[in-house]
């Protein structure tokens, strides 16, 4: 995911959790949409340098 991907969905879930009064929910799926993309950055490091070894 770019960081115009990942920006737009903090603000989307951001202004939703504004309306209905969930700021703990921001904060939460903020950490939980960091997390996936450190995972996912790493996996694909793994990929491309297994790829590149055969």
Do not use: Q
């Amino acid at each position: 995911m770019n960081k115009t991907m990942f920006y737009f969905w903090i603000f989307a879930i951001a202004v939703i959790a504004f309306f209905t009064g969930e700021i703990a929910t921001v904060m939460m799926l903020y950490l939980i949409l960091i997390t996936l993309n450190a995972i996912h950055s790493t996996i694909k490091d793994f990929y491309d340098d297994w790829k590149n070894r055969y």
